[in-house]
């Protein structure tokens, strides 16, 4: 049984099978690749990985995508940046791009389109969030640009302000209330954060 919007399902031989996309043929639908393992938690770090590895080939040209398939596109070739910037990356692009402006064809994507997405994204989430998100879209729509697919449409947006806030910290007596909460689970996520709270590290240095 898949997990939601993972694509990885557990087979009758009991293997687990995940899915991505590694090319998109001349109508624009995704061409599907296959990775197995032995266990869930194996088949999904092989398949975070073959997301990030594969260069997304396509036979249509950029112009005919939609925004989304760009995006996904141009996360595919970005091979500078680490591995945790580009999963966050998909994860943005799957939870706010595709179910809001994802679907428009790239070379009909309009300033006002971003606009209004943009509104929609500050009326339901953080400031920093939606900054979060249109760094990405930016970034993508600015390559997308100096390829000579579109013009220059995200000049005008404006963002919502951060406001900077006090991080309140726990104190001895709520550490050692969490601490006995973590230890009576054995849970491999507890230990994660069992280890950030006595040694202080962020989470892509945990993961790592």
């Not at 990985?49 to 996360?75: A, G, Q, R």
Request: proline content about 3%; some cysteine; aromatic content about 10%.
């Amino acid at each position: 049984m898949a997990r939601k919007g993972e694509n990885i399902y557990k087979r009758k031989d009991g293997r687990y099978e995940g899915r991505y996309i590694k090319a998109y043929d001349n109508r624009g639908k995704p061409l599907w690749g296959y990775i197995y393992g032995k266990t869930y938690s194996e088949t999904k770090e092989r398949l975070n990985h073959k997301k990030v590895d594969v260069t997304v080939k396509s036979t249509v040209t950029p112009t005919d995508m939609t925004v989304s398939e760009w995006i996904e596109k141009w996360i595919g070739t970005q091979k500078h940046i680490k591995l945790s910037t580009k999963m966050m990356y998909y994860s943005l692009l799957k939870n706010h791009i595709q179910k809001n402006i994802g679907k428009i064809p790239l070379k009909r994507m309009t300033e006002n389109d971003i606009k209004n997405f943009i509104a929609k994204e500050t009326a339901n989430y953080s400031p920093k969030t939606v900054h979060s998100v249109y760094s990405m879209l930016r970034l993508a729509l600015s390559e997308a640009h100096e390829k000579g697919y579109i013009g220059q449409i995200y000049s005008g947006v404006k963002l919502p302000k951060i406001n900077n806030t006090v991080l309140r910290v726990l104190s001895p007596k709520e550490q050692k209330q969490l601490e006995k909460v973590l230890l009576q689970n054995s849970s491999r996520y507890d230990i994660g954060i069992l280890l950030c709270l006595y040694t202080g590290l962020r989470i892509g240095e945990l993961c790592a």
